[in-house]
């Protein structure tokens, strides 16, 4: 299966500060790569599909970029709701695969 | 409003048996396969596996594959998960997600269902 490899496992930035999230593969998925953001108590939501589409009704802040096997998430100014965990998700080969997650958190 | 709604939470001892349930509202339920996926406690997410409404064909993650029955009834647009003989270790939280058919991100998410095994 593809291990997704996700860097760094905390993150720590203050409102208004730009954050990158990096996600790695151990092979190629193509474009196939979502990232999901995940709030305490909360199912995780969708953010980001096909490497860099935005889902429906999600901040322009938010944008990815990458393909094959590099890939990253920004978020350009960081707001007090964007404190949350964000996995990345390949789902180019079955089985599915996540990464183990970044926490962004308040510095 | 397009939603998953999915069953309650639920305490069991090792070797019982359990079903839990995700029922789509709001959309064409048999136009989007459905995932699972658990969360064990603090943990990171892992894809279990996924099926067609509309026609009942289920792919399992080798990792879960044997332990777990995913099912579907269409005419209640209910996917179901299921475990046969419940273990400590599968105490978790299981969310159902809807996607496209296909290679395709998971864009609606249920709440999730909580489920302790403990003896």
């Known amino acids: 299966e593809i291990v997704m490899t996700q860097s760094p496992a905390t993150l720590s930035g203050s409102p208004g500060e730009r954050a990158t999230l990096s996600c790695r593969a151990s092979q190629s998925v193509s474009g196939n790569l979502a990232w999901y953001q995940q709030k305490p108590g909360q199912a995780p939501r969708l953010l980001i599909y096909g490497a860099s589409t935005r889902a429906t009704g999600i901040p322009a802040r938010f944008s990815g970029s990458g393909s094959g096997t590099e890939f990253t998430l920004t978020i350009s100014s960081l707001q007090s709701e964007d404190f949350a965990v964000y996995f990345c998700?390949?789902?180019?080969?079955?089985?599915?695969?996540f990464g183990q997650g970044t926490q962004v958190e308040i510095k | 409003e397009v939603q998953l709604v999915q069953s309650g939470a639920e305490v069991k001892k090792p070797g019982e048996s359990l079903r839990i349930s995700c029922k789509g509202c709001?959309?064409?339920?048999?136009?989007?396969?459905i995932s699972w996926v658990r969360q064990m406690p603090g943990k990171g997410l892992e894809w279990m596996g996924r099926?067609?409404?509309?026609?009942?064909?289920?792919h399992s993650s080798p990792s879960f594959q044997g332990h777990v029955t995913i099912s579907v009834d269409k005419s209640i647009s209910t996917a179901y998960l299921q475990w046969g003989s419940l273990k400590a270790s599968d105490t978790a939280m299981y969310y159902c997600?809807?996607?496209?058919?296909?290679?395709?991100?998971?864009?609606?998410w249920g709440q999730g269902t909580t489920v302790t095994v403990s003896s």
């Open positions: 709001g959309y064409s339920f048999d136009s989007y396969w």
């Open positions: 099926i067609d409404p509309s026609d009942s064909y289920s």
């Open positions: 997600a809807r996607h496209p058919r296909g290679n395709t991100a998971m864009d609606v």
């Open positions: 998700q390949q789902y180019n080969n079955w089985p599915w695969t």
